[in-house]
């Protein structure tokens, strides 16, 4: 009865492994992938407006922001947060030499209301360009 189970066993763990792949329907001819890689949408624009500055010398991308503010250490360790006319936004990937607490900076970006993240203060902006301001 032993030997009988342990057959039953291997035949049962056998046939597991051999389930065959789904095939595609055969083709007269063959066919190449020439479609492009997929890229991230940008952010849509936000429907919260933003204290802004614009340079005149600089054009921006559609739904891009330049605010100016003050620096500041959010209440999260390494959450930095731009204050601006009354307004927090959290910087994400600022450049860390200027985006120091108490400084005045000048950034540039999307801000992203909706967005989620562990700061839990401040409208989550990610920068694409930092400058002293």
Known sequence: MRGLAAVLLCLVLASCGQVPPP?????????????TPSIPAPLPPSSTPLP???TPSRALEPGMTTVRGT???GVESGCMILNSGGEQ??????DPAI???GASVEV???????GMTTCQQGT???VTS???G
């Not at 095939?23 to 479609?35: E, K, N, V, Y």
């Not at 936004?89 to 600022?94: E, S, V």
């Open 23 to 35: 095939q595609a329907p055969a083709s007269s001819t063959p066919t190449t992938d020439t479609s």
């Open 52 to 54: 802004t500055t614009t």
């Open 71 to 73: 620096v500041s250490a």
């Open 89 to 94: 936004y959290l910087l994400l990937g600022a």
């Open 99 to 101: 985006a120091v607490a």
């Open 108 to 114: 540039t970006g999307r801000a992203d209301p909706g």
């Open 124 to 126: 989550p902006f990610h």
């Open 130 to 132: 930092t400058r002293r």
